[in-house]
T-cell receptor
Framework: AQTVTQSQPEMSVQEAETVTLSCTYD???????LFWYKQPPSRQMILVIR??????QNATENRFSVNFQKAAKSFSLKISDSQLGDAAMYFC???????????FGKGTKLTVNP | KAGVTQTPRYLIKTRGQQVTLSCSPI?????VSWYQQTPGQGLQFLFE???????NKGNFPGRFSGRQFSNSRSEMNVSTLELGDSALYLC?????????????FGPGTRLTVL
């Protein structure tokens, strides 16, 4: 079965500090994409970052970066210089079977303390 | 461009009733996916429509159905509502389908079944 596991239901970080959210996934495919989505309290889900599995280089978007370990099937999200606006639920997602059908992890609730 | 819009935003129904939710994708997007979000099960894929055809389907009973119109707008219908159908229903659109595409989410419809 193709699954996505986020082992940290909740995390907290001090403002301006760095935090890493973990995600592991299970797939038999060799070429695929992985996504981190953010869902703030307003509930609108937005894409944070995307990683293409065939690319060795880890994706980076401003303060957000990933640590992608293909062999270990690990896809963690690092948030640097955390800001209050980063507080949200973060979901790791994988498109099953190369389709639009996203499989989501259970999510990690991130709290940012001032 | 306007984002994905969903109507209504909130809905209260009673058991046994049926409900129709609407989603208008971003202009030019042809793929529309629906997800159910509950505290217990998390985010689960319902179905995806592309050019008026259902292309992918999740593991939900036949009470859940959907359709897409020629202008890419989509509706989902739930018949014979059950208490367990209470959830946030999210719609997402993407340009042309394919796992590499970012899915843009709407704000969701919060359905409460009494």
């Amino acid at each position: 079965a193709q699954t996505v596991t986020q082992s940290q239901p909740e995390m907290s970080v001090q403002e301006a500090e760095t935090v890493t959210l973990s995600c592991t996934y299970d797939t038999s495919e060799s070429d695929y994409y992985l996504f981190w989505y953010k869902q703030p309290p307003s509930r609108q889900m937005i894409l944070v970052i995307r990683q293409e599995a065939y690319k060795q280089q880890n994706a980076t978007e401003n303060r957000f970066s990933v640590n992608f370990q293909k062999a270990a099937k690990s896809f963690s999200l690092k948030i640097s210089d955390s800001q209050l606006g980063d507080a949200a639920m973060y979901f790791c997602a994988y498109p099953r079977g190369g389709s639009e059908k996203l499989v989501f992890g259970k999510g990690t609730k991130l709290t940012v303390n001032p | 461009k306007a984002g994905v819009t969903q109507t209504p935003r909130y809905l209260i129904k009673t058991r046994g009733q049926q409900v129709t939710l609407s989603c208008s994708p971003i202009s030019g997007h042809r793929s529309v996916s629906w997800y159910q979000q509950t505290p217990g099960q998390g985010l689960q894929f319902l179905f995806e429509y592309f050019s008026e055809t259902q292309r992918n389907k999740g593991n939900f009973p036949g009470r859940f159905s959907g359709r897409q119109f020629s202008n890419s707008r989509s509706e989902m219908n739930v018949s014979t509502l059950e208490l367990g159908d209470s959830a946030l229903y999210l719609c997402a659109s993407s340009p042309a389908g394919g796992q590499h595409n970012e899915q843009f989410f709407g704000p969701g419809t919060r359905l409460t079944v009494l």
